[in-house]
DNA sequence: CAATTACAATAGTAATACTATCATAAACGG
DNA sequence: CCGTTTATGATAGTATTACTATTGTAATTG
């Protein structure tokens, strides 16, 4: 019953969701739309029969569609961010703080009950899919400048930092973590969808572990 | 004088744009337009005007525009698997066959005079920013049933095969070579539009160099 | 010369991505 | 308690998108 909810940057809005009602179910709904059918065949007007609103409500709260969906993203990764405190907590070598911090990203996500109106699931299933699409795009750089990939960005910056400290000398600790994050999104789908693009299979507790260790070969192999 | 061309896979299309103009022109123009413009806001209509004839005959060539881009996309890997063939020919150790493979992956394409109606470099920067939408889809298994993704796997698994020879006992060859294939198509990405999450920068020739190092260190980091 | 093909021209439809206006009920402030 | 803001619903309307269908005609082929 903690009273804890994550301050998003307000560029993503038209109207916070999390205050009101309309604003929760348009969260839930959407994230269980989307996960669905997908995020290239989510309207706002099945959104709105789905709440039994209207269109025109569901834009009071976001510009567009797409905002929506950078809306959810960032939530996950400002989620990423906060659960990775947790799991760095106390641990003092950075190479240790670098394994906990990367096991967050690379696992199966469970219900966190915090958060009644997401379902990190799901969430998590649309992060995999939807990511890659809220910045390959022709107005990234708009969307950069207004902030909107931060928490992304910080996720990613914690882990490089551990890097660096893990090994001061090495050159590439950016752009090994943004390699490694690419890729724990990408291989579970893969597994799934075009399992010769992966030697990772099996069940998905299973997946999650191979992954984990296949992540953390790479990374502890390049630094060291 | 054109004396290749690809045979792509029938299901791409509904009448094969290599063997009429205006084909010819529809995959010139497209490869233009969507480079411009980006894919979300590309349309039959638009590249229908810009080559001066109508939607309609756009349609008798491609089903809908998704099978367009994949038509694309799958033309640049079918590119680079046959460029990949010349490159690593004569090579005698996995190693060098591996690295030269890998170059030609992480390179910035020149025009190649084989293909008139082709502009290698717009349609790398369409591969980079485009290609996860063909495959990030609700649809993925359909598209995959009919062979779209061969190319792309073709290459992966071309890659793979040298790492399995470098190192027999390597558990992770397809996963360590889609990882960075997914790689090297997103650093440059963000080497441009989003440099905090990589240490990559400075001109392109340059910015393709050290992306070619850094996975080339990572690759034989893991396999030995 | 007949028949196919290739394509332009035109029309039309359902869905999408919005914008605008108005009514009303609840909440809130003095 | 009354007036005002706020939140939402209801309704309407527009331009664009993603197609499908039909027809006419010029060029190509058999």
Known sequence: ?????????????????????????????SISLIDEIGFEHFTFKKLADKIESTEASVYRYFENKHRLLV????????WMDYKMDFAMQNLLTPEDRLRAGLKVIIEEKKPDPNFAF???QALQRIVMSEFDKTYLTKQVDLDNKEGLFIPYKT??????????KVNPAYQHPHTLISTIMLSANHQVFYAKHLPSLTDINGEKQVTYQKLYEFCEAIIFNSIK
Not at 71 to 78: A, E, F, G, H, S
Not at 155 to 164: D, F, P, R, T, Y
Request: charged share 25%; hydrophobic share 40%.
């Open 155 to 164: 996720v990613c910056n914690k882990l490089a930092c551990e890097i660096k």
């Open 1 to 29: 019953m903690t009273i804890i909810s994550f301050r998003l940057n307000e560029n993503l809005f038209l109207k916070d969701p999390q205050n009101s009602e309309l604003g929760q179910n348009i969260i839930r709904s």
């Open 71 to 78: 809306y959810l993203i960032d939530w996950y990764w400002t």
């Open 118 to 120: 997401v379902d990190e």
